[in-house]
C-alpha cells in the first residue's frame, strides 16, 4: 500500500528515461519515535538521460524549479552533472497532499557513486534500506550489491574483535554521516542510532546475506566475531572502493614519504593498530568535501525561499533532539 501510494506521487514526473527510483529517509523508511505521515518524501530518480529528462520535467513543471529553470535544459543538465554529488535537487513540491523532494542523477554518475565512492551521497542512502519505487535494471542491482559490500568492508576495518549485530549497523549508517557538516547544524543528533532502531529488520536483511559469506566473520546470535589479522585486514583494505583507497594513498605519506604503489601502502597500513581511524579520517574527508558543495548546489536550485524553509525545518528538528 505505501509502496503504491509513493508510486503515484512520481506520477507529475516524466518517467520516460528513468531507469531506477527510490524513496529514502525518515518519510519512506520507519525510524524509531518517528511518523511516516508527517515527513517529506525525499526521493532519487536515476535517469538515463538528463537533458531529456529536465526538457520534459520543464515543460510539465516548470514551477518544480528556481529561478535556474531560465538557464533551461542544457546547462540544467551541465549544473546537474559538474557539480557535487551530481544530483540535482527540486525540494518543497506539493502533490497528492504530500511535500516531496526529488534528486535527479545520470545513471553513469550513480555508477561511479556506487562503485568508486566518488562522492558517498547516492552511495551512501544506497547502503541503509530505501523503498525502491522504480525497480533497478540488472545492471544496477549488481552496483548496488558492489556498494554493500565496500560498506561492509568498511565497516569491519572500524570494529573489534567481536561485537553486536547491531555495532555494526551502527557503525555501516554512520559512514555517510561521519564528516557531514550537516550533522553539526541542522540533523537530528540522535539520527544514525533512530536509522537503526526503526530499520534494523531491514539492514538484517541487506547485509546478513553477506556477513554468511565471508569466511572471516563467526555469526554467534546477535554477537559476530572477525579475524582481524593482518592477512584479513589487507585483504579487507583491498577490497574498499577506489576513491578511499586514494585517500589512504595520500594519508600514509604523513608518516613515509617515499613514493609506494598501493598495494605497498596497503600492506604497511595493515600492519597498523589504528587502522580503522585511517579508514574512518579518509571517508570522512569524501563525505565533507561533497556535503558543502551538494549543500551549495541545493541552495541554488531550491532558490532563496525554499531554502531558508528547508533549513529552518531541519534547525527545528535538531534542537528537538537535544533538548
Keep these: 500500500m505505501l509502496l503504491e501510494f509513493y508510486s503515484e506521487l512520481l506520477e507529475c514526473l516524466p518517467l520516460e528515461t528513468v531507469t531506477f527510483a527510490f524513496a529514502y529517509g525518515s518519510g519512506a523508511i520507519s525510524q524509531a519515535n518517528e511518523n511516516i ?20 520535467n520543464l515543460r510539465r513543471n516548470k514551477g518544480h524549479y528556481s529561478f535556474i529553470r531560465y538557464l533551461g535544459p542544457e546547462k540544467i543538465a551541465k549544473l546537474q552533472r559538474n557539480f557535487g554529488a551530481r544530483l540535482l535537487f527540486n525540494t518543497n513540491v506539493q502533490y497528492k497532499g504530500r511535500l516531496m523532494k526529488y ?4 545513471a553513469e554518475d550513480l555508477q561511479s557513486d556506487l562503485l568508486d565512492w566518488s562522492w558517498m ?4 542512502r544506497l547502503q541503509k534500506p530505501v523503498l525502491e519505487v522504480i525497480p533497478p535494471n540488472e545492471s544496477i542491482v549488481t552496483q548496488l550489491k558492489e556498494n554493500r559490500i565496500n560498506a561492509l568492508q568498511a565497516a569491519l576495518l572500524q570494529l573489534p574483535d ?8 551502527q557503525q555501516i549508517v554512520s559512514l555517510s554521516y561521519n564528516g557531514d557538516f550537516r550533522m553539526y547544524l541542522g540533523e537530528d543528533k540522535k539520527k544514525i542510532s533512530k536509522i ?20 572471516r566473520i563467526v555469526i ?16 579487507r583494505l583491498n577490497l574498499l572502493p577506489l576513491a578511499v583507497l586514494n585517500g589512504l594513498q595520500i ?4 608518516w613515509d614519504r617515499r613514493q609506494k604503489d598501493i598495494e605497498e601502502v596497503l600492506f604497511s597500513i595493515s600492519r597498523r593498530h589504528d587502522i580503522g581511524e585511517h579508514v574512518a579520517a579518509t571517508m570522512a574527508n569524501i563525505v565533507r568535501s561533497t556535503s558543502y558543495s551538494q549543500t551549495a548546489k541545493n541552495a541554488l536550485s531550491a532558490g532563496f525561499t525554499k531554502s531558508i524553509v528547508y533549513s529552518s525545518k531541519k534547525l527545528f528538528k535538531m534542537m528537538r533532539s537535544i533538548r
Design 220 to 235: 554467534k546470535g546477535s554477537r559476530l566475531e572477525q579475524d582481524n589479522s593482518t592477512p584479513s585486514i589487507y585483504h
Design 121 to 124: 551521497y547516492a552511495a551512501g
Design 103 to 106: 534528486g535527479v542523477i545520470s
Design 162 to 169: 567481536s561485537f553486536t549485530m547491531e555495532k555494526l549497523f
Design 37 to 56: 505521515a508527517d515527513k517529506m518524501v525525499d526521493y532519487i530518480l536515476v535517469t538515463s538521460d538528463p537533458f531529456r529528462f529536465h526538457e520534459e
Design 251 to 254: 594519508r600514509s605519506r604523513a
Design 196 to 215: 537503526v532502531a526503526g530499520g534494523f529488520d531491514e539492514l538484517e536483511k541487506i547485509y546478513l546475506p553477506l556477513l554468511m559469506q565471508d569466511q
